[in-house]
């Protein structure tokens, strides 16, 4: 159930969208990082078992 927002919906529910796309792309941003940290760890891993 959606509140009345009169005529202000436009911008509560554009700002709603813009923050949901901004936490959308930090979170994409962040997974995409931890997999190419975990990929420099895993070959730091393995020069070190070399060595």
């Known amino acids: 159930m959606m509140p009345e927002l009169g005529k202000y919906a436009?911008?509560?529910?554009s700002s709603y969208?813009?923050?949901l796309g901004l936490?959308?792309?930090l979170v994409a941003l962040t997974l995409r990082r931890a997999r190419r940290v975990r990929a420099d760890l895993e070959k730091v891993?393995?020069?070190v078992k070399r060595g």
């Open 10 to 13: 436009v911008a509560v529910l």
């Open 17 to 19: 969208a813009v923050s």
């Open 23 to 25: 936490i959308l792309a």
């Open 45 to 47: 891993e393995e020069r």
